[in-house]
């Protein structure tokens, strides 16, 4: 049986349960009051050894909940890297935080600090997604950026409104990909779907929101027309100029800087015409 696993004893007929990784066994044939004896001489040395352990390690617990409570929960995005340091601690408190007895583990005032500390601890990815997905959806209701996705993208096919002018709302799969500020964040669609769009728009948000400043953004693009076009749209949407380049010229740009030379580049690199020659 795992330090995870307990048994019970059933309250209809003589039998006994037992509680572990792998499901619910039944034992049949045991008295009811045998198997109850049973059952709480077998659950006591695993509640004293998660007992013990939380007691050992309980200046963990108490940073792990000072530093959840140090972060922006529904405030902003939380990154994994915000709480890397703190994945760490699963395999210190994993056996209490999931024990079947973890809520009776610690008493007094205390116990609240470790109920919190447990439901991280347990599942930390799942209770960041939770975190995350109240800050998206608070930003997605927020008028000042239901105005900014809704007007972000001109469209010079539909007809000028007053209120937005020219322009095509984002959908909410671009207003989530712009809102969520991962340390990588993967966008995946088809051609002319918008991508670029979104890249844009992001960049745009950053600055916005003043989650970044603009000498701390770097967009790269594969042609100096998408570079323009976006170094424009930011500029005309918040005011500020953003370092905008292609791949080939920060990788010249690299190499310059290493070997004190500008390099050599073929003319199809830079000359879309004579690409296809």
């Not at 599942?123 to 960041?128: G, M, S, T």
């Not at 770097?218 to 953003?242: I, M, P, S, Y």
Request: charged share 30%; with cysteine; proline share 5%.
């Amino acid at each position: 049986m795992s330090s995870t696993s307990w048994l019970w004893a059933g309250s209809s007929g003589s039998k006994l349960n037992s509680i572990g990784v792998e499901g619910s066994t039944v034992l049949r044939g045991v008295p009811w009051r045998r198997a109850r004896r049973f059952c709480e001489a077998a659950q006591a040395p695993v509640r004293a050894a998660h007992q013990k352990k939380v007691k050992e390690l309980w200046t963990t617990v108490l940073e792990i909940h000072r530093r959840i409570q140090e972060l922006p929960r529904g405030q902003s995005y939380i990154r994994r890297s915000h709480v890397q340091d703190l994945l760490g601690c699963k395999h210190l408190l994993g056996g209490p935080a999931r024990s079947p007895f973890r809520d009776s583990l610690v008493a007094g005032e205390d116990r609240s600090i470790w109920q919190e500390a447990c439901k991280f601890i347990a599942d930390p990815e799942h209770v960041r997604a939770e975190w995350n997905e109240q800050f998206i959806t608070k930003e997605l209701e927020n008028e000042k950026w239901k105005k900014f996705f809704d007007t972000f993208e001109p469209d010079p096919a539909i007809e000028p409104d007053p209120a937005t002018g020219k322009a095509r709302p984002l959908t909410d799969e671009q207003r989530r990909a712009v809102i969520t500020d991962e340390d990588n964040t993967l966008v995946v669609a088809a051609a002319g779907s918008g991508k670029t769009t979104v890249v844009t728009a992001k960049v745009a948000y950053l600055l916005e929101a003043g989650l970044a400043n603009p000498e701390e953004v770097l967009a790269l693009c594969f042609t100096k027309e998408a570079a323009n076009e976006l170094r424009d749209r930011v500029r005309d949407r918040v005011g500020k100029d953003v370092t905008v380049k292609t791949f080939h010229s920060l990788g010249r740009e690299v190499i310059k800087k290493v070997d004190k030379k500008k390099p050599p580049v073929a003319k199809i690199a830079v000359d879309e015409i004579k690409m296809l020659e």
